[in-house]
């Protein structure tokens, strides 16, 4: 059994044993570690410093490539984040005045940041979500732009590392 390939349509829940994604092409791997993260730099770390010897090494390996993203490399991932997961968790919101509020607070974030509001809510129940996205929106439109810039690299290394964990088994299938 082969890794996906990139023009396949695989949900972003599809696991991958680690040994698998060890062994995978190059650009395979590459383009599976972009549904984590949409820096390509970031991707391109992690599959050049395969083989990664147990899942914690490869969640080790991925915040430190966070860690060293550039502002360009942020930039591109936020990009891919605004198209790719537009308020990721919408079909949960519920009421129309909640979603209502967090359009307009997501709304508000750019036009002062110019760039999309990140949130990662990890940990929380999915009855929880929505008010830690509005509560960060209001507690962080209250930051100056550098301050914000370094809130939002630390919350694009958390979701990535949320992501490549649910994406990354420790085993190998029967």
């Given at each position: 059994?082969?890794?996906?390939?990139?023009?396949?349509s695989q949900?972003?829940?599809?696991?991958?044993?680690l040994?698998?994604?060890?062994?995978?092409?190059?650009t395979?791997?590459?383009?599976?570690?972009?549904?984590?993260?949409?820096?390509?730099?970031w991707?391109?770390?992690?599959?050049?410093?395969?083989?990664?010897?147990?899942?914690?090494?490869?969640?080790?390996?991925?915040?430190e490539?966070?860690?060293?993203?550039?502002?360009?490399?942020?930039?591109?991932?936020?990009?891919?984040?605004?198209?790719?997961?537009?308020?990721?968790?919408?079909?949960?919101?519920?009421?129309?005045?909640a979603?209502?509020?967090?359009?307009?607070?997501?709304g508000?974030?750019?036009?002062?940041?110019?760039?999309?509001?990140?949130?990662?809510?990890?940990g929380?129940?999915?009855?929880?979500?929505?008010?830690?996205v509005?509560?960060?929106?209001?507690?962080?439109l209250?930051?100056?732009?550098?301050?914000?810039?370094?809130?939002?690299?630390e919350?694009?290394r958390?979701?990535?590392?949320?992501?490549?964990?649910?994406?990354?088994?420790?085993?190998?299938?029967?």
């Open positions: 059994m082969s890794l996906p390939t990139p023009s396949q949900p972003r829940t599809q696991r991958i044993p040994d698998r994604l060890n062994t995978a092409a190059v395979t791997v590459e383009s599976l570690l972009l549904r984590c993260c949409g820096s390509r730099r991707a391109r770390r992690l599959a050049a410093h395969r083989p990664y010897p147990d899942r914690e090494a490869l969640l080790a390996a991925a915040d490539a966070s860690y060293d993203l550039t502002s360009a490399d942020l930039r591109e991932a936020l990009i891919c984040e605004s198209a790719a997961h537009p308020l990721e968790g919408e079909p949960q919101l519920g009421v129309l005045a979603h209502t509020a967090l359009r307009a607070a997501h508000a974030y750019e036009r002062k940041f110019g760039h999309a509001f990140l949130c990662c809510v990890d929380f129940a999915v009855q929880e979500r929505l008010d830690q509005l509560a960060g929106i209001r507690l962080r209250e930051n100056d732009a550098d301050e914000e810039w370094a809130v939002t690299a919350e694009l958390r979701l990535a590392r949320g992501r490549l964990g649910r994406l990354v088994t420790s085993d190998s299938p029967p």
